[in-house]
């Protein structure tokens, strides 16, 4: 598991480390590891950058003065490193640590603390990687003059250069949310991060993470002082602990049935791919129920699935269905207000969520797209699009779990669940081949599988804050991710395709446990 703290929690756990270490400890260690990432970036450069500087963006706090020690270290290992200052006030002995090691120092603000664009582009130009040390979790809000016009220069600069330098950004590219994922003004797009003692929310979601390259957490003893994370990424191990794995004694109704209401006439075969996702994930039967006609194309593909009403341990409504067809969505209501008043776990997808009740529960498993949540919530009172929900999904997420009481899988590059009760992962395992038609019901399939088989645990009540709800979400685009980027092998992918490869990669989730 990845897990990513806010500013403050950062700072809290620092705090008696700071007191318990020598002046500046922590820094020189989160120091070393810059310098050590910036010579491995060299060293994969290799020749392209030989003879090359390292140009070191200075701000006025503790993120320049990880800068300026990591150069320092740098210029002992014999490189050229220059010091640009973008700020009347760097940290002074960092500064003066850098210049006993051999760092030039230039600086870049004029009289008036302006930036000085030209000589920012000499040195930039000169430099094959430049260390981001403008800004870390002390920055608040978007940045701002001279810092903004820095990042302004830097950024034209290398749209203008044939060869690009490499960005190492120290902690967060500068003007980074580092809390919430946005991107709220200039930021310096880096292409390695080195994150201090725990990665950071902003890092983790878009559109902020797009910005952040390679990420690399560094462990400077925080482990131990850090409370519950912001948010959490899975890994294949935290899936596989969460995949269904039957045991010899289990049989069709112990494994978990799920109900699949799916399909309709104009999108049939949204039905087949749900069940696809559903079936090629693993459990013990899908029962389906819809007009007869799906219920045929359903049956030529997967003869196993089951027709007709009874138990079942979890619901999948809505994918291909039409909210204006009158008869499927009284349908949608009726069996989503049954699973609710019986505390049976659900997703619901496309069609399924314009039909659901104000208020869900923690086991229910809204998986809209960015439009969907917009209108999800603007059906709510609140106004707002699908632009804003692209610019900060991590808070829509969020807010849109709080107001349904639902977990909320907000579906994207980087997939975004919010549980009710606070807990919030994000995922980003797939490819932009994924993005074609029909690979939401192939994922509603399999998290609707993931729910039939975990039904027991999740049952009338036994999640209450959706916390496990939410892993079993997060788990489902993992394997959905996965199975694209296995479909897809590089090039294009059908959504039947993906189903088709879910199986190998369960197996190979399990066989790594
Ligand atoms: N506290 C510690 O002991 C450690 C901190 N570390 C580093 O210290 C950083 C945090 O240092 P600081 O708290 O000094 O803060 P930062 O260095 O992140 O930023 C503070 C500086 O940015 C300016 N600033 C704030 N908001 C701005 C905005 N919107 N636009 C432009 N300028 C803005 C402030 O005036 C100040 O000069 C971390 O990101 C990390 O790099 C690491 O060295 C590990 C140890
Ligand atoms: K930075």
Known sequence: MIRAYEAEAVRAAEAPLLASTATDELMKQAAFAVATEVLRELRRLGARRSGSTVLLLVGGGNNGGDALYAGGYLARRGLQVVA????????????????????????????????????????????????????????????????????????????AMPDEPTVVAVDVPSGLGTDDGTVPGPVLRADVTVTMGAAKPGLLVRPAEALAGRVVVVDIGLGPHLGEPALSRLTAADVADLLPAPVATDHKYTRGVLGLVAGSTTYPGAAVLAAAGALRTGLGMVRYLGPD??????????????????????????????PADDARAEEVRDTLQRALDDGVPAVLDAGALSLAPDRLAPTTVLAPHAGELARLLSARGEDTDRADVEAAPLAFARRAAARTGAVVLLKGPTTVVAAPGGTVLSQADGTPWLATAGTGDVLAGILGALLAVRGEDLAAGRDPDGALTAELAAAAALVHGRAGARAAGGGPVTALQVADAVPGVVAALLADR
């Not at 219920?295 to 039409?322: C, K, M, N």
């Open 293 to 322: 006609a799906v219920t045929r194309l359903v049956h030529e593909r997967f003869p196993e699935v089951v027709v007709g009403s009874g138990r079942v341990q979890a619901w999948a409504l809505g994918s291909g269905i039409d």
């Open 84 to 159: 640009a200052l973008c700020t009347d006030r760097p940290h002074e002995r960092a500064l003066a640590a850098a210049r006993s090691a051999g760092v030039h120092v230039r600086e870049v603000l004029d009289d008036a603390g302006r930036p000085r664009r030209e000589e920012l582009a000499v040195l930039a130009d000169r430099a094959g990687v430049w260390v981001d040390g403008l800004t870390g979790i002390g920055a608040r809000g978007g940045l701002r003059e001279p810092l903004a016009g820095v990042v302004a220069a830097l950024e034209d600069r290398r749209a």
